[in-house]
C-alpha cells in the first residue's frame, strides 16, 4: 500500500482517522514534522560525524568504567548518613553484588 503525508487542518479530521485506523481502514503512522526538526537542527552547535560520536561514548563508558564498586559503596553509606539509615550496610552491599552479576 502507498504511505501518504496529510496536515490536519483540525481535531475533528483526527478523530474521523482515529476511527477509520479502529475501522482497519488505516493505519497512523506518527512521524515528526519537520518544522519540528528544523527548529531542533539550530539548536545542535556542530554536527558531529561517526568519528566523534564514538570519541563522546567512549569517554562517557572510561567515566562509568573508572568508578569502583568500593567508591559507589562509600557513597551510598554517605548517603545513608544523610537519610538517617533507611537502608543498611548489608542491604546496600546486597545491592552491589547485584550489579555486578
Given at each position: 500500500m502507498d504511505t501518504l503525508t496529510i496536515q490536519l487542518k483540525n481535531r475533528k479530521a483526527?478523530?474521523?482517522?482515529?476511527e477509520m485506523e479502529e475501522l482497519n481502514l488505516i493505519k497512523i503512522i506518527k512521524t515528526p514534522s519537520?518544522?519540528?526538526?528544523?527548529s531542533l537542527?539550530?539548536?545542535i552547535k556542530a554536527?558531529?560525524?561517526?568519528?566523534?560520536?564514538?570519541k563522546?561514548?567512549?569517554?562517557l563508558n572510561k567515566e562509568w568504567e573508572r568508578i569502583s564498586p568500593d567508591e559507589i559503596l562509600r557513597q551510598a553509606r554517605m548517603?545513608?548518613?544523610e537519610v538517617k539509615g533507611s537502608l543498611s550496610s548489608e542491604e546496600i552491599q546486597d545491592a552491589i553484588d547485584q550489579g555486578r552479576s
Open positions: 483526527y478523530k474521523l482517522l482515529k519537520s518544522e519540528k526538526l528544523s537542527r539550530g539548536k554536527p558531529m560525524n561517526d568519528r566523534q560520536i564514538d563522546q561514548l567512549k569517554s548517603m545513608r548518613k
